[in-house]
C-alpha cells in the first residue's frame, strides 16, 4: 500500500486547470498547455514526489497533464466521474465551481486512498486502436442517422443526399476496421486472443477487436467482475422483508450494443448458447431478460477463455 505525505485535486477544463492540495486553502489556475503544466511542475515540485495527483476524465483535455505526470513517475489517480460526483453529492454541497471542484478531488483521494489506483499510460497502438473504435462508433450513430432521414418522407433530392452521404460513411467504417484489422494482426498477444473470441459463438472480427480494445482486462478478473465491468450485473434492490426486481446498470460505454449483437446472433447459431436462451424463454423468462442473460454468458466466457494469456503476459 502506497504511503502519501500530500493529496493534489486537479479540476481539468479545456483552457485551464485549477490545483488544490488537501488541507491547504490556497489554489492556483494554470493554463492547460505545455507551459502551464511546467509552471505547474515547478510550483509544486516539492510536493509532487510524495503525493497522490487526482483528476477526472474530461474528454481528453487531461490527457497531456497526466502523460506528463506518469512521465516524472508521480503517482496520479484518474477517478470515475460518476463516482467523484456522489462523493461531492454526500456533503449536500450543490455549489460548482472549478475550485471547489479541486478541493473536492484532493479530499476524494485524502479519505479513499487506500482504494484509488495509480493510471497506467496505455501503449500509443492501444491508443490508436481506442481511437480508432471510437471513430467507428461515431460513424455507426451517423449512418443512424442518415438512414432515418433516408426513410423519412421527404424530397427526392434530400434522399439522394442521404444515400451519397452513407455511401461515403460506410467506406470510412470499411476503411477503419481494417486500420484496426492490420494493427490487431500486427501484434502476436492480440491477434491470438482474437482468435480464442472468436471461437465463442456470436463473436466475430469486429466484435473481437472491439471486445479487445474496450475491455483489455478480459482474462484478468473474476466472472462476477467481468459482468459488472459490462454492465450485466444484476443489482440487488431489496430492503426488509421486500424482494425488489433486480436490474443491470451502468458498465463501461458502448460495450453493452456490442455485446447484444453478439448475443442475437449466438441466439441465432447452431449452439450451446442458443440452448441456453432457448431454456430460459421455456422457462417463462422473457426474451430480453433472456437476451441479457445470454449476454452476461458471453462476456463471462469471453474472460475465462482469456485466463491463459494474463499468466503468459
Known sequence: MELYNNFIGIDIGKFNFVVAVHANKITKEYENSTLGIKSFLKDYKSLLPNALCVLETTGGHEI???TTLCDKN??????????????????????????????????????????LAKFTPVTAKKSELYALSQRRHDLKQMIIAEKNR??????????????????????????????????????AVLKDKKQVLKTIPGIGDVIANELLILMPELGTMNRREAASLAGLAPMANDSGKSK????????????????FLAAMAARNSKSDLKKFYESLISRGKKKMVALIALMRKIIVIANARLKPFSTTC
Not at 454526500?90 to 455549489?95: D, I, P
Not at 433516408?150 to 470499411?174: D, M, N, T, W
Request: proline share 2%.
Open 64 to 66: 497531456k497533464l497526466l
Open 150 to 187: 433516408y426513410q423519412a418522407p421527404g424530397s427526392e433530392h434530400v434522399k439522394e443526399s442521404c444515400k451519397y452521404l452513407l455511401e461515403i460513411l460506410a467506406k470510412e467504417v470499411r476503411d477503419i476496421d481494417e486500420k484496426i484489422n492490420t494493427l490487431v494482426d500486427d501484434d
Open 74 to 115: 508521480f503517482a496520479v489517480h484518474r477517478a470515475n466521474t460518476r463516482k467523484v460526483k456522489n462523493f461531492i453529492r454526500s456533503f449536500g454541497n450543490k455549489a460548482k465551481t472549478d475550485v471547489l471542484d479541486a478541493k473536492a478531488l484532493a479530499l476524494y483521494g485524502y479519505e479513499r486512498k487506500d482504494t
Open 244 to 259: 425488489g426486481y433486480r436490474r443491470t446498470n451502468h458498465g463501461r460505454d458502448i460495450i453493452k450494443p456490442i455485446l
